[in-house]
């Protein structure tokens, strides 16, 4: 018998009797399971309380920040930059009803709404009006 098959035995056996290499159902259940889980009514984790709701509208800044930034930020695919007049001028020079109607349904390769489909029409409204007023 090789070195290796009397070291694999000799641990078996050891793990037999100390009952390390057997798990029981609830063992293999907590390894098995999926990441996450759901919490049902009854259940202790439906106690939890739920995440509060924003107090109001965002501000032109939050929307900027939370989603039109990666673009605006860098010019990313035509994107006009925060904080560059030469880019907004021939933008602005359309009128701001029609930046409007642009970022509320989209143009070229900007999707509707920038992405933010939770923000109302005043919020991306609020959004492309920081973003004139900072590129001036």
């Not at 930034?69 to 010019?75: E, I, L, P, V």
């Not at 009803?97 to 989209?106: K, N, Q, R, V």
């Not at 920038?114 to 590129?135: N, P, Q, T």
């Amino acid at each position: 018998m090789s070195y290796m098959k009397k070291l694999f035995g000799i641990l078996f056996v050891a793990g037999l009797i100390t009952g390390s290499a057997v798990a029981d159902d609830a063992e293999v259940s907590a390894r098995i399971a999926a990441v996450g889980s759901t919490c049902m009514q009854g259940d202790d984790c439906a106690a939890a309380p739920a995440p509060a709701a924003a107090a109001g509208p965002k501000s032109g800044k939050d929307v900027y920040t939370g989603f039109c930034t990666t673009c605006h930020s860098a010019g990313l695919m035509g994107a006009p930059k925060l904080g560059t007049a030469a880019d907004w001028a021939p933008r602005a020079s359309k009128g701001v009803d029609t930046l409007y109607t642009h970022a509320i349904a989209g143009f070229n390769a900007m999707p509707p709404k920038g992405m933010c489909a939770a923000c109302s029409d005043d919020e991306i409204k609020a959004a492309v009006d920081y973003m004139l007023d900072g590129s001036k």
